[in-house]
């Protein structure tokens, strides 16, 4: 399977909706929206996902992602 960006070239990355920190049996989470746009030969795509940081020791971990296929 190709993947989505092909030729594109990304050029614009949006994050969204990021939620308070939140404490869960002793981890701290927040979680997120993200768009990438890209352009290319066969005009602009957009992929959405969304996201987990977990706050570890030394800062924020990007822990886990989703994105349509």
Known sequence: MASWLGDAIITSVTVSSVSAPVEDRGYWSATFN???TAQGPSGTRTRP????????????????GTAPH
């Open 34 to 36: 993200l768009v990438l």
């Open 49 to 64: 996902s969304s996201g987990v940081l977990i706050l570890e020791a030394g800062g924020w971990r990007f822990f886990s």
